[in-house]
C-alpha cells in the first residue's frame, strides 16, 4: 500500500491534487481511520486512465504555409 506522499510522488503531482482526486472518487484507495493509503494497481490505472490521445504528428520541419518569400533589393 502507498502513503498519499508515494502515491504523489508516483504521479508527479501533488500531495493536495492526490487527495482531491480521491475524494472526489477519481483515485481510489483505501481509508483506515484518518490514514489514506493508495493500492499501486489502482495508481497506475489511475495514471493510465488520464493518458491523453495527444496531437497528431506532423513531419519534422513541416509547414502549412504557402506564402513566398523575397529577396529585397539592397543595392542602393
Known amino acids: 500500500m502507498l502513503t498519499v506522499r508515494q502515491a ?3 504521479l ?6 492526490v487527495r482531491s482526486e480521491a475524494a472526489a472518487g477519481r483515485l481510489r484507495g483505501y481509508r483506515f481511520g484518518r490514514a489514506l493509503r493508495f493500492d499501486p494497481a489502482d495508481v497506475e490505472a489511475y495514471r493510465a486512465s488520464c493518458r491523453s490521445a495527444g496531437t497528431r ?3 519534422a520541419g513541416g509547414s502549412s504555409s504557402t506564402a513566398l518569400l523575397t ?3 539592397r543595392s542602393s
Open 12 to 17: 508527479g503531482m501533488s500531495l493536495t491534487f
Open 57 to 59: 504528428e506532423t513531419s
Open 71 to 73: 529577396v529585397a533589393d
Open 8 to 10: 504523489a510522488a508516483a
